[in-house]
Protein backbone atom coordinates (compact mmCIF):
# COMPACT_ATOMS: atom_id res chain seq x y z
CA UNK A 1 0.00 0.00 0.00
CA UNK A 2 1.30 3.24 -1.10
CA UNK A 3 2.43 5.49 1.87
CA UNK A 4 1.64 9.02 1.49
CA UNK A 5 3.90 11.74 3.58
CA UNK A 6 2.78 15.24 4.33
CA UNK A 7 4.60 18.34 2.94
CA UNK A 8 5.14 20.52 5.95
CA UNK A 9 8.60 21.65 4.96
CA UNK A 10 10.51 22.75 1.63
CA UNK A 11 14.06 24.25 1.11
CA UNK A 12 13.70 25.91 -2.42
CA UNK A 13 17.15 26.57 -3.66
CA UNK A 14 16.59 27.42 -7.90
CA UNK A 15 18.90 28.98 -10.70
CA UNK A 16 15.68 29.30 -12.85
CA UNK A 17 13.30 31.11 -10.67
CA UNK A 18 10.41 30.86 -13.34
CA UNK A 19 7.43 30.20 -12.04
CA UNK A 20 8.82 30.50 -8.32
CA UNK A 21 6.56 33.20 -7.02
CA UNK A 22 3.49 31.22 -8.00
CA UNK A 23 4.25 28.06 -7.18
CA UNK A 24 6.10 28.85 -3.73
CA UNK A 25 2.53 31.15 -3.38
CA UNK A 26 0.49 27.44 -3.90
CA UNK A 27 2.73 25.95 -0.90
CA UNK A 28 2.53 28.79 1.05
CA UNK A 29 -1.33 28.57 1.05
CA UNK A 30 -1.20 25.17 1.79
CA UNK A 31 0.57 25.84 5.18
CA UNK A 32 3.99 24.61 4.36
CA UNK A 33 6.92 25.96 5.54
CA UNK A 34 9.79 27.70 3.14
CA UNK A 35 13.20 27.57 3.61
CA UNK A 36 15.46 28.77 1.17
CA UNK A 37 18.90 30.11 0.21
CA UNK A 38 20.74 33.64 -1.66
CA UNK A 39 18.82 34.86 -4.69
CA UNK A 40 15.93 32.32 -3.94
CA UNK A 41 15.43 33.50 -0.42
CA UNK A 42 15.54 36.93 -1.59
CA UNK A 43 12.95 37.19 -4.27
CA UNK A 44 11.09 34.98 -1.81
CA UNK A 45 10.86 37.58 0.91
CA UNK A 46 10.33 40.70 -1.99
CA UNK A 47 7.06 39.21 -3.05
CA UNK A 48 5.96 39.40 0.43
CA UNK A 49 6.32 35.07 1.45
CA UNK A 50 7.17 34.01 4.47
CA UNK A 51 10.81 32.18 4.28
CA UNK A 52 13.31 31.42 6.46
CA UNK A 53 16.64 31.79 5.40
CA UNK A 54 19.17 28.68 4.96
CA UNK A 55 21.59 30.59 7.04
CA UNK A 56 19.43 30.55 10.59
CA UNK A 57 19.07 26.63 9.86
CA UNK A 58 22.64 26.55 9.93
CA UNK A 59 23.81 28.92 12.09
CA UNK A 60 26.66 29.67 9.19
CA UNK A 61 26.58 32.77 6.88
CA UNK A 62 26.79 32.00 3.10
CA UNK A 63 30.70 32.17 2.31
CA UNK A 64 33.22 32.21 -0.67
CA UNK A 65 30.86 33.66 -2.78
CA UNK A 66 28.60 31.71 -2.11
CA UNK A 67 30.00 27.99 -2.73
CA UNK A 68 29.06 26.94 0.98
CA UNK A 69 25.87 27.35 2.13
CA UNK A 70 23.86 24.12 2.24
CA UNK A 71 27.06 21.98 2.93
CA UNK A 72 25.62 21.17 6.48
CA UNK A 73 24.00 18.56 8.85
CA UNK A 74 20.94 21.07 9.29
CA UNK A 75 20.48 20.60 6.11
CA UNK A 76 21.55 16.90 5.05
CA UNK A 77 20.34 15.84 8.25
CA UNK A 78 16.60 17.28 7.30
CA UNK A 79 16.99 15.30 4.25
CA UNK A 80 18.41 12.38 4.93
CA UNK A 81 16.85 11.43 8.15
CA UNK A 82 14.42 7.84 8.45
CA UNK A 83 11.64 9.29 10.53
CA UNK A 84 10.41 6.22 11.64
CA UNK A 85 13.74 4.76 12.61
CA UNK A 86 13.71 5.86 16.74
CA UNK A 87 17.97 6.68 16.15
CA UNK A 88 17.41 9.16 13.32
CA UNK A 89 14.33 10.72 14.97
CA UNK A 90 16.30 10.83 18.50
CA UNK A 91 19.05 12.22 16.10
CA UNK A 92 17.33 15.39 14.34
CA UNK A 93 15.60 15.64 18.15
CA UNK A 94 18.84 16.11 19.90
CA UNK A 95 20.33 18.64 17.06
CA UNK A 96 17.50 20.36 16.99
CA UNK A 97 16.89 19.68 13.05
CA UNK A 98 13.48 19.89 11.44
CA UNK A 99 12.94 17.35 8.39
CA UNK A 100 12.71 18.37 5.09
CA UNK A 101 9.55 16.98 3.07
CA UNK A 102 10.20 18.52 -0.02
CA UNK A 103 13.31 19.74 -1.93
CA UNK A 104 13.02 21.94 -5.02
CA UNK A 105 16.43 22.82 -6.64
CA UNK A 106 17.35 23.56 -10.21
CA UNK A 107 21.37 23.74 -10.84
CA UNK A 108 23.61 26.10 -11.48
CA UNK A 109 23.39 26.83 -15.63
CA UNK A 110 26.68 24.74 -16.02
CA UNK A 111 24.68 23.06 -19.56
CA UNK A 112 23.91 26.57 -21.04
CA UNK A 113 26.95 28.25 -19.78
CA UNK A 114 29.01 25.54 -22.15
CA UNK A 115 26.52 25.97 -24.67
CA UNK A 116 27.19 30.36 -24.69
CA UNK A 117 31.23 29.80 -25.43
CA UNK A 118 32.21 30.95 -21.90
CA UNK A 119 35.52 30.90 -20.97
CA UNK A 120 37.15 28.19 -18.32
CA UNK A 121 36.91 30.20 -15.37
CA UNK A 122 33.58 31.15 -16.08
CA UNK A 123 32.15 27.69 -17.20
CA UNK A 124 33.65 26.31 -13.45
CA UNK A 125 32.08 29.09 -11.40
CA UNK A 126 28.98 27.67 -12.84
CA UNK A 127 29.36 24.30 -11.65
CA UNK A 128 26.46 23.27 -8.59
CA UNK A 129 28.34 21.27 -5.87
CA UNK A 130 25.73 22.10 -2.78
CA UNK A 131 22.88 21.53 -5.51
CA UNK A 132 23.77 17.84 -6.62
CA UNK A 133 24.50 17.13 -3.11
CA UNK A 134 21.02 18.09 -2.04
CA UNK A 135 19.30 16.44 -4.81
CA UNK A 136 20.85 12.80 -4.08
CA UNK A 137 20.31 12.99 -0.16
CA UNK A 138 16.98 13.83 -0.98
CA UNK A 139 16.16 11.09 -3.86
CA UNK A 140 18.18 8.14 -1.69
CA UNK A 141 15.74 8.93 1.21
CA UNK A 142 12.79 8.97 -0.95
CA UNK A 143 10.55 7.58 1.19
CA UNK A 144 10.19 10.77 3.44
CA UNK A 145 11.37 13.58 0.93
CA UNK A 146 10.19 14.38 -2.34
CA UNK A 147 12.82 15.66 -4.90
CA UNK A 148 11.91 18.35 -7.48
CA UNK A 149 14.33 19.73 -10.42
CA UNK A 150 12.84 21.27 -12.54
CA UNK A 151 8.79 23.25 -12.12
CA UNK A 152 6.44 20.44 -13.16
CA UNK A 153 8.22 18.12 -10.45
CA UNK A 154 7.10 20.67 -8.05
CA UNK A 155 3.36 20.92 -9.74
CA UNK A 156 3.13 17.22 -9.64
CA UNK A 157 3.73 16.84 -5.77
CA UNK A 158 1.02 20.21 -5.47
CA UNK A 159 -1.38 17.70 -7.39
CA UNK A 160 -0.50 14.88 -5.11
CA UNK A 161 -1.30 17.18 -2.00
CA UNK A 162 -4.86 18.41 -3.22
CA UNK A 163 -6.10 14.89 -4.17
CA UNK A 164 -4.45 12.90 -1.39
CA UNK A 165 -2.96 15.45 1.38
CA UNK A 166 0.60 14.73 0.89
CA UNK A 167 3.19 13.01 -1.92
CA UNK A 168 2.41 9.33 -2.95
CA UNK A 169 5.38 6.88 -2.66
CA UNK A 170 5.13 6.31 -6.39
CA UNK A 171 5.52 10.15 -7.08
CA UNK A 172 8.37 10.05 -4.70
CA UNK A 173 9.95 7.20 -6.80
CA UNK A 174 9.48 8.82 -10.11
CA UNK A 175 10.78 12.09 -8.80
CA UNK A 176 13.87 10.43 -7.21
CA UNK A 177 14.39 8.26 -10.53
CA UNK A 178 14.31 11.42 -12.41
CA UNK A 179 16.63 13.19 -9.99
CA UNK A 180 19.67 11.21 -10.19
CA UNK A 181 19.54 11.14 -13.83
CA UNK A 182 19.49 14.98 -13.72
CA UNK A 183 22.77 15.17 -11.83
CA UNK A 184 24.39 12.32 -13.63
CA UNK A 185 23.75 14.12 -17.60
CA UNK A 186 25.06 17.10 -15.45
CA UNK A 187 28.12 15.75 -14.38
CA UNK A 188 28.38 13.73 -17.65
CA UNK A 189 28.50 17.52 -19.24
CA UNK A 190 31.02 18.42 -16.70
CA UNK A 191 33.71 15.60 -17.04
CA UNK A 192 32.81 15.78 -20.71
CA UNK A 193 34.04 19.41 -21.16
CA UNK A 194 37.04 18.68 -18.47
CA UNK A 195 37.92 15.71 -20.44
CA UNK A 196 37.92 18.19 -23.91
CA UNK A 197 40.26 21.16 -21.73
CA UNK A 198 42.98 18.74 -21.04
CA UNK A 199 42.92 16.96 -24.48
CA UNK A 200 41.98 13.46 -22.98
CA UNK A 201 40.01 11.45 -26.09
CA UNK A 202 39.55 8.64 -24.39
CA UNK A 203 39.16 8.86 -20.33
CA UNK A 204 38.90 5.76 -18.08
CA UNK A 205 35.26 6.86 -17.24
CA UNK A 206 33.02 7.68 -19.89
CA UNK A 207 29.41 9.65 -19.05
CA UNK A 208 26.86 10.40 -21.58
CA UNK A 209 23.63 12.38 -20.61
CA UNK A 210 20.71 14.34 -21.71
CA UNK A 211 17.48 15.92 -21.41
CA UNK A 212 14.56 14.48 -22.95
CA UNK A 213 12.59 16.77 -25.65
CA UNK A 214 10.50 14.32 -27.22
CA UNK A 215 8.79 11.24 -26.73
CA UNK A 216 8.81 9.24 -29.48
CA UNK A 217 5.19 6.95 -30.88
CA UNK A 218 7.69 4.21 -30.97
CA UNK A 219 11.32 3.34 -31.94
CA UNK A 220 12.49 1.84 -35.55
CA UNK A 221 9.62 -0.77 -34.71
CA UNK A 222 6.07 0.19 -33.72
CA UNK A 223 6.84 -2.91 -30.40
CA UNK A 224 10.12 -0.84 -29.56
CA UNK A 225 9.75 2.39 -27.50
CA UNK A 226 11.98 4.96 -28.04
CA UNK A 227 12.56 8.85 -27.02
CA UNK A 228 14.49 11.94 -28.65
CA UNK A 229 17.44 13.49 -25.89
CA UNK A 230 19.33 16.12 -26.62
CA UNK A 231 23.01 17.09 -25.10
CA UNK A 232 25.23 19.91 -24.64
CA UNK A 233 26.72 19.74 -28.01
CA UNK A 234 26.19 22.94 -29.95
CA UNK A 235 25.58 22.24 -33.69
CA UNK A 236 23.30 23.44 -35.92
CA UNK A 237 20.56 20.36 -36.88
CA UNK A 238 17.73 17.74 -35.72
CA UNK A 239 18.33 19.22 -32.40
CA UNK A 240 17.91 22.89 -32.90
CA UNK A 241 15.63 22.71 -35.60
CA UNK A 242 11.76 23.97 -35.32
CA UNK A 243 9.03 22.41 -36.66
CA UNK A 244 7.18 24.13 -38.70
CA UNK A 245 4.15 22.00 -39.93
CA UNK A 246 3.59 18.26 -40.42
CA UNK A 247 3.15 15.32 -38.34
CA UNK A 248 5.22 14.44 -35.11
CA UNK A 249 8.65 13.18 -36.18
CA UNK A 250 9.15 9.18 -36.06
CA UNK A 251 12.02 7.78 -34.65
CA UNK A 252 13.03 6.49 -38.11
CA UNK A 253 12.48 10.56 -38.76
CA UNK A 254 14.79 11.88 -36.97
CA UNK A 255 17.72 9.73 -37.55
CA UNK A 256 17.46 9.58 -41.22
CA UNK A 257 17.15 13.54 -41.26
CA UNK A 258 20.47 13.47 -39.17
CA UNK A 259 22.50 11.89 -41.86
CA UNK A 260 20.49 13.73 -44.44
CA UNK A 261 21.70 17.27 -43.35
CA UNK A 262 25.27 16.12 -42.29
CA UNK A 263 25.53 14.74 -45.50
CA UNK A 264 24.37 17.99 -47.11
CA UNK A 265 26.87 20.24 -44.97
CA UNK A 266 29.66 18.85 -46.67
CA UNK A 267 28.67 21.50 -49.06
CA UNK A 268 29.14 24.86 -48.60
CA UNK A 269 26.33 27.24 -49.22
CA UNK A 270 28.80 29.73 -50.31
CA UNK A 271 30.63 26.94 -53.15
CA UNK A 272 26.80 25.97 -54.39
CA UNK A 273 23.62 25.31 -54.07
CA UNK A 274 23.06 21.50 -52.19
CA UNK A 275 20.52 19.34 -52.11
CA UNK A 276 20.65 15.58 -50.85
CA UNK A 277 17.75 13.10 -50.79
CA UNK A 278 18.00 10.35 -48.32
CA UNK A 279 16.22 7.17 -47.42
CA UNK A 280 16.63 4.93 -44.53
CA UNK A 281 20.09 6.36 -43.50
CA UNK A 282 21.20 5.98 -46.81
CA UNK A 283 21.81 9.24 -50.25
CA UNK A 284 19.51 8.51 -52.82
CA UNK A 285 20.16 11.66 -54.93
CA UNK A 286 22.65 13.96 -53.99
CA UNK A 287 23.71 17.38 -56.40
CA UNK A 288 25.08 20.97 -56.49
CA UNK A 289 23.54 23.29 -58.75
CA UNK A 290 22.88 27.32 -59.77
CA UNK A 291 19.80 27.24 -57.23
CA UNK A 292 18.34 24.73 -54.63
CA UNK A 293 15.58 24.03 -57.53
CA UNK A 294 18.50 23.23 -59.97
CA UNK A 295 20.15 21.00 -57.15
CA UNK A 296 16.63 19.46 -56.07
CA UNK A 297 15.41 18.53 -59.50
CA UNK A 298 19.10 17.23 -60.25
CA UNK A 299 19.25 14.96 -57.32
CA UNK A 300 15.65 13.38 -57.80
CA UNK A 301 16.91 12.38 -61.18
CA UNK A 302 19.46 9.96 -59.76
CA UNK A 303 17.05 7.46 -58.08
CA UNK A 304 13.45 8.76 -58.36
CA UNK A 305 12.24 5.80 -57.23
CA UNK A 306 13.86 5.28 -53.99
CA UNK A 307 13.21 9.15 -53.30
CA UNK A 308 9.69 9.01 -52.71
CA UNK A 309 9.17 9.03 -49.43
CA UNK A 310 12.41 10.26 -48.72
CA UNK A 311 13.75 13.12 -46.37
CA UNK A 312 15.85 16.12 -48.61
CA UNK A 313 17.89 18.66 -46.89
CA UNK A 314 19.23 21.77 -48.10
CA UNK A 315 22.30 23.61 -47.50
CA UNK A 316 20.78 27.01 -48.34
CA UNK A 317 17.13 28.47 -46.89
CA UNK A 318 14.71 26.89 -48.70
CA UNK A 319 12.89 29.37 -51.20
CA UNK A 320 9.66 29.12 -52.90
CA UNK A 321 11.03 27.66 -56.28
CA UNK A 322 12.76 24.75 -54.84
CA UNK A 323 9.44 24.22 -52.60
CA UNK A 324 7.25 23.88 -55.57
CA UNK A 325 9.31 21.10 -56.97
CA UNK A 326 9.40 19.46 -54.19
CA UNK A 327 5.43 19.44 -53.10
CA UNK A 328 5.36 17.47 -56.28
CA UNK A 329 5.66 13.94 -54.50
CA UNK A 330 5.45 12.54 -51.56
CA UNK A 331 8.36 13.24 -49.47
CA UNK A 332 8.65 13.09 -45.48
CA UNK A 333 11.01 15.66 -44.28
CA UNK A 334 12.50 18.42 -45.48
CA UNK A 335 15.48 20.48 -43.67
CA UNK A 336 17.27 23.67 -44.64
CA UNK A 337 18.61 26.29 -41.98
CA UNK A 338 15.24 28.27 -42.95
CA UNK A 339 12.69 28.50 -45.48
CA UNK A 340 11.09 31.95 -47.20
CA UNK A 341 6.96 32.87 -46.74
CA UNK A 342 6.80 31.87 -50.23
CA UNK A 343 7.96 28.29 -49.14
CA UNK A 344 6.13 28.18 -46.12
CA UNK A 345 3.09 28.82 -47.99
CA UNK A 346 3.91 26.47 -50.34
CA UNK A 347 4.73 23.60 -48.25
CA UNK A 348 1.22 24.23 -46.27
CA UNK A 349 -0.78 22.83 -48.99
CA UNK A 350 0.57 19.50 -47.64
CA UNK A 351 -0.18 19.26 -44.01
CA UNK A 352 1.62 15.74 -43.72
CA UNK A 353 4.95 17.20 -44.56
CA UNK A 354 7.29 17.96 -42.04
CA UNK A 355 9.34 21.28 -42.85
CA UNK A 356 12.18 21.51 -40.17
CA UNK A 357 14.29 24.84 -39.70
CA UNK A 358 17.49 24.24 -38.46
CA UNK A 359 18.84 27.89 -37.79
CA UNK A 360 22.47 26.84 -39.88
CA UNK A 361 24.36 24.03 -41.10
CA UNK A 362 26.55 21.80 -38.78
CA UNK A 363 30.67 22.50 -39.63
CA UNK A 364 31.79 19.18 -40.78
CA UNK A 365 35.14 20.16 -39.71
CA UNK A 366 33.53 20.79 -36.13
CA UNK A 367 35.58 17.93 -33.23
CA UNK A 368 32.61 15.92 -31.19
CA UNK A 369 32.02 12.41 -30.68
CA UNK A 370 30.22 9.41 -31.72
CA UNK A 371 28.55 6.36 -29.74
CA UNK A 372 26.65 3.57 -30.08
CA UNK A 373 25.99 0.75 -27.87
CA UNK A 374 26.74 -3.22 -27.72
CA UNK A 375 25.88 -5.97 -25.58
CA UNK A 376 27.52 -4.75 -21.88
CA UNK A 377 29.05 -1.95 -23.21
CA UNK A 378 29.53 0.95 -25.65
CA UNK A 379 31.96 2.14 -28.64
CA UNK A 380 33.37 6.09 -28.40
CA UNK A 381 35.04 7.25 -31.26
CA UNK A 382 35.64 10.72 -32.84
CA UNK A 383 33.21 12.27 -35.25
CA UNK A 384 34.39 11.75 -38.89
CA UNK A 385 35.67 15.24 -39.78
CA UNK A 386 37.99 14.14 -42.60
CA UNK A 387 38.08 15.84 -45.79
CA UNK A 388 40.17 15.39 -48.60
CA UNK A 389 41.65 17.64 -51.21
CA UNK A 390 43.13 17.69 -54.42
CA UNK A 391 46.29 18.23 -52.85
CA UNK A 392 46.10 14.65 -50.74
CA UNK A 393 45.30 13.04 -54.11
CA UNK A 394 47.86 10.31 -55.35
CA UNK A 395 47.83 9.41 -59.01
CA UNK A 396 48.46 5.91 -59.21
CA UNK A 397 48.02 5.12 -63.24
CA UNK A 398 49.40 6.25 -66.09
CA UNK A 399 46.78 8.60 -66.97
CA UNK A 400 46.19 11.45 -64.85
CA UNK A 401 42.98 12.95 -64.15
CA UNK A 402 41.60 15.58 -66.15
CA UNK A 403 40.74 18.87 -64.63
CA UNK A 404 36.89 17.94 -64.59
CA UNK A 405 37.43 13.92 -63.42
CA UNK A 406 39.53 15.84 -60.51
CA UNK A 407 36.54 18.08 -59.70
CA UNK A 408 33.94 14.85 -60.18
CA UNK A 409 36.21 12.40 -57.83
CA UNK A 410 36.10 14.68 -55.05
CA UNK A 411 32.56 15.28 -55.23
CA UNK A 412 31.75 11.43 -55.43
CA UNK A 413 34.24 10.94 -52.67
CA UNK A 414 32.65 13.56 -50.46
CA UNK A 415 29.75 11.55 -50.79
CA UNK A 416 30.88 8.47 -50.21
CA UNK A 417 31.68 9.21 -47.15
CA UNK A 418 27.95 9.24 -45.94
CA UNK A 419 27.09 5.72 -47.62
CA UNK A 420 26.81 2.51 -45.57
CA UNK A 421 29.96 0.65 -46.26
CA UNK A 422 30.33 -1.36 -48.73
CA UNK A 423 29.95 2.31 -50.29
CA UNK A 424 30.12 3.16 -54.35
CA UNK A 425 29.34 6.42 -55.99
CA UNK A 426 29.37 7.22 -59.21
CA UNK A 427 28.88 11.18 -59.49
CA UNK A 428 29.35 13.27 -62.77
CA UNK A 429 28.96 17.12 -63.16
CA UNK A 430 28.32 17.88 -59.52
CA UNK A 431 25.07 15.20 -59.27
CA UNK A 432 25.55 11.54 -58.26
CA UNK A 433 24.89 9.14 -61.03
CA UNK A 434 24.54 5.96 -59.18
CA UNK A 435 24.84 4.90 -55.12
CA UNK A 436 25.65 1.27 -54.27
CA UNK A 437 25.53 1.37 -49.76
CA UNK A 438 25.77 -0.95 -47.67
CA UNK A 439 26.66 -4.77 -49.58
CA UNK A 440 28.81 -7.49 -48.56
CA UNK A 441 31.24 -7.02 -51.29
CA UNK A 442 32.43 -3.92 -52.88
CA UNK A 443 31.80 -5.53 -56.56
CA UNK A 444 28.12 -5.71 -55.50
CA UNK A 445 27.93 -2.27 -54.96
CA UNK A 446 28.93 -0.78 -57.92
CA UNK A 447 26.54 -3.41 -59.81
CA UNK A 448 23.67 -1.87 -57.55
CA UNK A 449 24.76 1.22 -58.20
CA UNK A 450 25.27 0.73 -61.96
CA UNK A 451 21.99 -1.10 -62.28
CA UNK A 452 20.16 2.25 -60.46
CA UNK A 453 21.79 4.41 -63.05
CA UNK A 454 20.64 2.63 -66.18
CA UNK A 455 16.89 2.85 -64.06
CA UNK A 456 17.33 6.68 -63.77
CA UNK A 457 18.37 6.71 -67.56
CA UNK A 458 15.30 4.70 -68.71
CA UNK A 459 12.28 6.70 -66.41
CA UNK A 460 14.39 10.07 -67.63
CA UNK A 461 14.66 9.04 -71.21
CA UNK A 462 17.99 9.68 -71.29
CA UNK A 463 20.29 8.30 -74.28
CA UNK A 464 22.55 6.93 -71.61
CA UNK A 465 23.15 6.27 -68.14
CA UNK A 466 24.77 8.78 -66.33
CA UNK A 467 27.41 6.55 -65.55
CA UNK A 468 29.19 7.25 -68.72
CA UNK A 469 32.23 9.50 -68.38
CA UNK A 470 31.44 9.59 -64.40
CA UNK A 471 33.88 9.33 -61.67
CA UNK A 472 33.41 6.65 -59.38
CA UNK A 473 34.37 6.79 -55.70
CA UNK A 474 35.38 4.08 -52.92
CA UNK A 475 34.85 4.47 -49.04
CA UNK A 476 37.74 1.76 -48.87
CA UNK A 477 40.01 -0.39 -50.92
CA UNK A 478 39.21 -2.73 -53.77
CA UNK A 479 40.87 -5.98 -52.32
CA UNK A 480 40.27 -7.00 -55.78
CA UNK A 481 40.60 -5.61 -59.60
CA UNK A 482 36.48 -7.13 -60.10
CA UNK A 483 35.15 -4.06 -58.07
CA UNK A 484 36.92 -1.54 -60.40
CA UNK A 485 36.04 -3.95 -63.34
CA UNK A 486 32.36 -3.49 -62.51
CA UNK A 487 32.87 0.60 -62.61
CA UNK A 488 35.07 -0.04 -65.89
CA UNK A 489 31.44 -1.79 -67.14
CA UNK A 490 29.61 1.16 -65.55
CA UNK A 491 31.39 3.41 -67.67
CA UNK A 492 33.30 5.52 -65.32
CA UNK A 493 36.76 7.31 -66.22
CA UNK A 494 38.21 7.61 -63.42
CA UNK A 495 38.34 6.19 -59.43
CA UNK A 496 39.15 7.43 -56.66
CA UNK A 497 39.98 4.95 -53.66
CA UNK A 498 41.69 5.21 -50.43
CA UNK A 499 44.68 2.43 -51.57
CA UNK A 500 46.23 0.30 -49.17
CA UNK A 501 45.06 -2.88 -50.39
CA UNK A 502 47.91 -5.99 -50.63
CA UNK A 503 46.58 -6.10 -54.73
CA UNK A 504 46.90 -2.37 -55.04
CA UNK A 505 48.81 -3.35 -57.80
CA UNK A 506 46.68 -5.59 -59.58
CA UNK A 507 43.71 -3.07 -59.36
CA UNK A 508 46.12 -0.28 -60.36
CA UNK A 509 46.89 -2.86 -63.50
CA UNK A 510 43.34 -3.02 -64.24
CA UNK A 511 42.56 0.38 -64.35
CA UNK A 512 45.51 1.20 -66.78
CA UNK A 513 44.30 -1.78 -68.63
CA UNK A 514 40.81 -0.24 -69.13
CA UNK A 515 42.79 3.11 -69.82
CA UNK A 516 40.90 5.30 -66.91
CA UNK A 517 42.81 7.29 -64.29
CA UNK A 518 42.72 6.11 -60.74
CA UNK A 519 43.88 8.23 -57.74
CA UNK A 520 44.77 7.31 -54.10
CA UNK A 521 43.39 9.57 -51.14
CA UNK A 522 45.37 7.90 -48.05
CA UNK A 523 41.91 8.08 -46.29
CA UNK A 524 39.07 5.54 -45.91
CA UNK A 525 35.32 6.40 -44.79
CA UNK A 526 34.09 3.42 -43.81
CA UNK A 527 30.49 4.20 -42.00
CA UNK A 528 28.58 0.53 -40.59
Not at 114 to 122: C, I, M, V
Not at 265 to 280: D, G, L
Amino acid sequence: MSTIRPVRRALISVSDKTGLIETATALADQGVVLVSTGGTSKALSAAGLAVIDVADVTGFPEMMDGRVKTLHPAVHGGLLALRHVDDHQAALTKHGIAGIDLLWVNLYPFEATLASGADFETCIENIDIGGPAMIRAGAKNFEWCAVATDLSDVQKVLADMSVHGGTQEITRKQLAAKAYARTAAYDAAISGWYAGQVGETSPDWRAFGGGRVQSLRYGENPHQQAAFYTTTEKRFGVATARQLQGKELSYNNLNDTDAAYELVAEFSANEAAAVAIIKHANPCGVAIGGSLRDAYERALACDPVSAFGGIVACNRPLDGAAASEMVKIFTEVVIAPDADEEARAIFATKKNLRLLVAGGLPDPAQPGVTFRTLAGGFLVQNRDTGRITAYDLKVVTKRAPTEQELIDMLFAFRVAKHVKSNAIVYAKDGVTAGIGAGQMNRRDSARIAAVRAREAADTAGWAQAATIGSACASDAFFPFADGLLQAVEAGATAVIQPGGSIRDDEVIAAADDAGITMVFTGMRHFRH
